[in-house]
């Protein structure tokens, strides 16, 4: 791979945003994302940490799987690929291409947990017996989403592959 010459401001940038999105990333996995009320009485709130816990505890393994995966293991995966590659990117080995190129193809997927949550959203707010509440845990994790992708495909510009 060949290296477009990286400027300190610009080093440094990108490993603000990397850390912006780390700690978007844990606020959004741990704070409340959504509170379900249906009737008057009943209500939920819900985290992503306690919907895996409560998907694993109800034995919905598949789901609580899945759910791991995209919207914890891989975004947090991703985040540290990210910053490996970006600092090292004097010395950068084979084996961090093929990472770093297996990480840009699953990039595209990086929305598939946002899209859930707003289904959800919109199937509840569909009942008229229910009602959901936003929390700042749903923006956290939007927000670590996007900049996750942004920082990915600046990275992309500056590695590219020898001809």
Same mark, same amino acid.
């Given at each position: 791979m060949t290296i477009t010459p990286i400027s300190g401001r610009e080093q440094s940038v990108v490993n603000a945003l990397l850390l912006?999105?780390?700690?978007a990333l844990v606020f959004g996995i741990f704070a409340p994302m959504l509170t379900l009320q249906k009737l008057v009485f009943i !209500?939920? !709130?819900f985290s992503l940490y306690s919907g895996v816990v409560a998907l =694993?505890?109800?034995g919905q393994l598949i789901l609580c799987l899945i759910i791991?995966? =995209?919207s914890i293991v891989l975004p947090g995966m991703k985040i540290v690929?990210?910053?490996s +590659? %970006?600092?090292r990117c004097r010395s950068f080995s084979d084996s961090e291409a093929k990472l770093f190129h %297996?990480?840009?193809l699953l990039n595209k997927w990086s929305m598939l947990d946002v899209f859930v949550v707003a289904v959800l959203l919109a199937s509840v707010k569909l009942g008229a017996l229910a009602s959901v509440e936003v929390h700042a845990g749903l923006? *956290?994790? *939007?927000?670590? +989403? +996007?900049?996750i992708m942004l920082v990915t495909h600046r990275v992309k510009r500056v590695l590219k592959p020898v001809p």
């Open positions: 912006a999105a780390a700690l !209500t939920n !709130t =694993f505890r109800e791991l995966g =995209f690929v990210l910053f +590659v %970006w600092n %297996w990480l840009s923006y *956290a994790f *939007a927000v670590a +989403v +996007v900049l």
